[in-house]
T-cell receptor, first 115, second 112 residues
Framework: NAGVTQTPKFRVLKTGQSMTLLCAQD?????MYWYRQDPGMGLRLIHY???????AKGEVPDGYNVSRLKKQNFLLGLESAAPSQTSVYFC??????????????FGPGTRLTVL | AQSVAQPEDQVNVAEGNPLTVKCTYS??????LFWYVQYPNRGLQFLLK??????LVKGSYGFEAEFNKSQTSFHLKKPSALVSDSALYFC??????????FGSGTKLNVKP
């Protein structure tokens, strides 16, 4: 199993440009999440999904959109990138099986710089 | 509202000594508590969790955590630190909607 993978690993954008980050998991997990990690602030939830075709807002959703067209994929879009979106983005997935209680499995991260 | 506090930005400990990384939480309902570790340029890795039962939870790499309901704490501990334990540690709480709230992280430095 590859676990949770993220594409791309690094990206530099100019202000106003758009891009899509792809997260894929091969563990058949129902839940998927997008976080951003900034120094001294831990991880903050951007959006999440409780199943195929459903999405919901997290703590910091502004400026981002998501889609979950397939159970294994969760896409994070930036329509018009801003310097404040410079961050490291992590995807995670989880399931609520017995004993798991929602333990999350994380991808390796995408480092995004917006100039 | 759910929240997690890690009061120490950094913890320094000598190799072989015991270590403690502190975490306090605020959650409505029963707490589901987690510890994750992050090595440089890597994603977070699950260490251990408390759901119910014994207050002392054992996890990966010799780590354990003590749940204290009255103090709303979930401190991470290890009896004998290794240099390879140096990393960033995050405490997290899960709410009833399966959303997670993370602390700001504590950098653990273990010196030889």
């Amino acid at each position: 199993n590859a676990g949770v993978t993220q594409t791309p690993k690094f990206r530099v954008l100019k202000t106003g440009q758009s891009m899509t980050l792809l997260c894929a998991q091969d563990m058949n997990h129902e839940y998927m999440y997008w976080y951003r990690q900034d120094p001294g602030m831990g991880l903050r939830l951007i959006h999440y999904s409780v199943g195929e075709g459903t999405t919901a807002k997290g703590e910091v959703p502004d400026g981002y959109n998501v889609s979950r067209l397939k159970k294994q994929n969760f896409l994070l879009g930036l329509e018009s990138a801003a310097p404040s979106q410079t961050s490291v983005y992590f995807c995670a997935s989880s399931y609520l099986g017995t004993g798991s209680k929602g333990t999350q499995y994380f991808g390796p991260g995408t480092r995004l710089t917006v100039l | 509202a759910q929240s997690v506090a890690q009061p120490e930005d950094q913890v320094n400990v000598a190799e072989g000594n015991p270590l403690t990384v502190k975490c306090t939480y605020s959650v409505s309902g029963n707490p589901y508590l987690f510890w994750y570790v992050q090595y440089p340029n890597r994603g977070l890795q699950f260490l251990l969790k408390y759901i119910t039962g014994d207050n002392l939870v054992k996890g990966s790499y010799g780590f354990e955590a003590e749940f204290n309901k009255s103090q709303t704490s979930f401190h991470l501990k290890k009896p004998s630190a290794l240099v390879s334990d140096s990393a960033l540690y995050f405490c997290a709480v899960r709410d009833n909607f399966n959303k997670f709230y993370f602390g700001s992280g504590t950098k653990l430095n273990v010196k030889p």
